[in-house]
């Protein structure tokens, strides 16, 4: 909408809480050895909801885990 519609006298926003934890969470998984990547998987999810918030992300550019990778709750509920 903020792309749509650039001269709004307000700006969208959007409640992006477990849109930035779902990917990052479920690399992780609690162990040491992922934190690396989970890291990365969480920078770019930032910078992915960051240009959404913009309008300018580009579906697809940005791995996260989807309905499919949800299916028996990976990761856990949080």
Request: one cysteine or more.
């Amino acid at each position: 909408m903020n792309k749509m519609y650039p001269k709004l006298p307000w700006h969208v926003s959007f409640s992006y809480g477990k849109a930035l934890q779902k990917t990052c969470i479920v690399t992780w998984m609690g162990k040491e050895a992922n934190v690396e990547v989970a890291q990365k998987a969480l920078l770019a999810r930032s910078k992915a909801n960051s240009d959404a918030n913009k309008g300018c992300y580009v579906a697809g550019s940005c791995a996260s885990v989807g309905t499919d990778g949800n299916v028996m709750m990976a990761g856990g509920a949080y």
